[in-house]
């Protein structure tokens, strides 16, 4: 069954202190890996999509990166306002519904000033 | 970029009445997604469509149905509101493209009373 698995649920990390964030999943044939990144009380805001093992995207404060097995969300030096919830998601690779996505349960990430 | 716009942030609604929940995009997406989203049960799939006037059954459809007359519009539909279906919901759109990533409105808190 395909499945993603992310931790840890919730990371702590004060101002400048860079940690990561992982994202295991079981599907045969990835088409892709997708982080967003979730503010309270507001829809999920897409951050990059990864292909292949090795592929690394950067933004800002955030490198992802992927291998075949997990993806990590690097997360180098943060502010306060990096503080949000991080999904990640894979396609499914099954029946009708190929393409549709499966997400993990997110990690919960507070940086204090 | 992506627009989906959801018409309410928030909605109260009593036990029995019929909801609407209106998505919009303005992508020329294909292909559009309701979900709901409660606390440590993540992003749960309702329904979806690949084309106007085509409907799938997600995750957990029961109590729900949803019209899509045209391309931009997914419309969800709570036939009788119960108080099990106080939650988030998010609509989501993604191109033709079975490999691209979802991008997501900006939700509907909705609470049944």
């Known amino acids: 069954e395909d499945q993603v698995t992310q931790s840890p649920e919730a990371l702590r990390l004060q101002e400048g202190e860079s940690s990561s964030l992982n994202c295991s999943y079981t599907?045969?044939?990835?088409?892709?890996l997708f982080w967003y990144r979730q503010d309270p009380g507001k829809g999920p805001e897409f951050l990059f999509t990864?292909?292949?093992a090795g592929e690394e995207k950067e933004k800002e404060r955030l490198k992802a990166t992927l291998t075949k097995k997990e993806s990590f969300l690097h997360i180098t030096a943060p502010k306060p306002e990096d503080s949000a919830t991080y999904l990640c998601?894979?396609?499914?690779?099954?029946?009708?519904?190929?393409?549709?996505?499966?997400f993990g349960k997110g990690t919960k990430l507070s940086v204090k000033p | 970029d992506v627009k989906v716009t959801q018409s309410s942030r928030y909605l109260v609604k009593r036990t029995g009445e019929k909801v609407f929940l209106e998505c919009v995009q303005d992508?020329?997406?294909?292909?559009m997604f309701w979900y709901r989203q409660d606390p440590g049960l993540g992003l749960r799939l309702i329904y979806f469509?690949?084309?106007?006037?085509?409907?799938e059954k997600g995750d957990i459809p029961e109590g729900y149905s949803v019209s899509r007359e045209k391309k931009e519009r997914f419309s969800l539909i709570l036939e009788s509101a119960s108080t099990n279906q106080t939650s988030m919901y998010l609509c989501?759109?993604?191109?033709?493209?079975?490999?691209?990533?979802?991008?997501f409105g900006d939700g509907t808190r909705l609470s049944i009373l």
């Open positions: 989501a759109s993604r191109t033709g493209s079975k490999g691209g990533p979802q991008h």
């Open positions: 599907v045969s044939g990835l088409r892709g």
């Open positions: 990864l292909y292949s």
């Open positions: 998601a894979v396609p499914m690779n099954y029946g009708g519904s190929q393409g549709n996505l499966i």
């Open positions: 992508m020329d997406h294909e292909n």
């Open positions: 469509s690949y084309d106007v006037k085509m409907k």
